[in-house]
């Protein structure tokens, strides 16, 4: 970065802030800049600015800081016009953005903030726009020495930071982590933003093109140390969190094979192999979920399917996403387990001999994913790329959480939010 990016008047810009997700990040924003009082100088930015100064509005009422509604720069800026983009990088060191789906509105706001020297972090759960961006920017971002940093909310900085906090704490050679997701709601359930399941409706619909841009890589595949891990079936028992599971679909198994792998090119550590699965409940939700996902697989094939499935996300979602997304009521009472299942070789055990005589246990327990722990999520990941620049990779480019931050102190500022992680068990 050149000098000149620190002389911009804004810290942080929230773009995207009118937005279902985005309103919850300016709250979070104010809360860290009223910590520190003049320290952190931030702005909000999006398309209308009848809507943003609502949302200062609510947030100056909600938080009962009546400053909001006058001290915070409201910046007009659109996806759809280019320079509307430069002129808000231009004017801050760190775009925090919440506008998707990314597929469709990400890029124009990654090339803006790489040709125009801001840092960049999204909370995507996008493989297809994750992998994109890194193949076709990653260059470009590293000679400006810009940082563009994707998934960091609940996709996927639990499941990232989580296998790096569980090699940690490993007494070691971890060679294998399976995670577990649990999410618990109260009585009124849980539910998410009708732009989430937009973007699992395309994503799964244009599935073979990530395939493809994944050849384009030509990456090799990273050695398996120590034993390979046995893999699961579609659907199983697990005795670890009592429930059945399935795969988890999200972007967490293909962000953290790309930050093993720059791991293991970079800083030459072991790669871990890892597996992420998400439980289902009994029996009776299995049948749901599996009827369900057949009927999913089958409209996404076809472009009347997918209108259908944008259109009554509600009706095909069985209630968990919606275009008004969850109550106050519901995110007061979700919140979120990630338990993982790791194993390896104690210390002075060669991992090619014999099968892992090693075992640990750790877990991420958060407040409601989609929103309260996402919006921290991305909130401490911008800051800590304000004041930790020194910590992360040498130089600018496209990175995953874990390949950012794991020099940083980024788990340590979760741990004083609302994401804990702890070891449960060593043996």
């Not at 940082?147 to 960091?152: A, E, K, L, M, R």
Request: overall charge positive; some cysteine; glycine content about 10%.
């Amino acid at each position: 970065m050149t000098d000149a990016a620190f002389a911009r008047p804004y810290h942080i810009i929230v773009f995207g802030a009118s937005g279902f997700t985005g309103q919850f990040v300016v709250e979070e924003v104010a809360r860290c800049a009223a910590e520190s009082p003049g320290s952190l100088q931030w702005a909000v930015a999006g398309r209308s600015r009848q809507r943003l100064e609502a949302v200062l509005r609510r947030a100056a009422g909600k938080l009962s800081m009546p400053e909001l509604r006058t001290d915070v720069e409201i910046i007009i800026a659109d996806v759809s016009i280019e320079e509307s983009l430069a002129v808000m990088c231009q004017q801050g060191q760190v775009i925090l953005n919440c506008v998707g789906p990314y597929r469709f509105y990400g890029e124009p706001v990654v090339k803006a903030c790489i040709e125009n020297g801001a840092h960049y972090v999204d909370i995507c759960g996008e493989p297809q726009f994750l992998e994109r961006m890194q193949l076709e920017y990653h260059a470009k971002a590293s000679e400006r020495g810009v940082y563009v940093i994707g998934s960091c909310g609940f996709d996927s900085i639990p499941a990232d930071l989580g296998i790096l906090y569980t090699q940690k704490q490993f007494k070691g050679t971890l060679t294998a982590v399976e995670s577990f997701l649990v999410i618990s709601s109260g009585s009124e359930g849980s539910s998410g933003h009708d732009a989430t399941w937009q973007s699992a409706v395309y994503g799964f619909a244009d599935s073979g093109s990530l395939r493809q841009l994944r050849k384009k890589f030509g990456h090799k595949p990273l050695p398996v140390l120590g034993a390979k891990v046995k893999k699961r079936g579609f659907v199983s028992f697990s005795k670890e969190i009592e429930q059945y599971a399935i795969p988890f679909m999200g972007s967490d198994p293909s962000v953290v094979k790309r930050t093993q792998r720059f791991l293991y090119e970079e800083e030459h550590q072991s790669p871990i192999q890892y597996s992420a699965f998400v439980g289902v409940g009994g029996l009776f939700s299995v049948v749901k979920f599996f009827c369900g996902g057949l009927l999913f697989g089958f409209l996404v094939k076809f472009s009347f399917g997918r209108k259908l499935l944008t259109t009554f996300p509600r009706f095909f979602s069985f209630g968990l996403f919606s275009k008004a997304g969850p109550t106050e009521k519901q995110i007061e009472n979700t919140c979120f387990s990630m338990t993982f299942f790791g194993e390896g070789y104690s210390e002075g055990t060669d991992p090619s001999q014999g099968r892992p005589n090693s075992k640990i246990c750790t877990q991420v327990i958060g407040a409601e994913p989609g929103y309260v722990a996402t919006v921290s999520a991305i909130v401490q990941a911008g800051v800590t790329l304000l004041n930790e620049k020194h910590s992360l990779p040498k130089r600018g480019g496209v990175y995953t959480p874990g390949a950012a931050f794991y020099k940083t102190s980024l788990i340590h500022r979760l741990q004083n939010h609302s994401i804990k992680f702890s070891v449960r068990s060593y043996q």
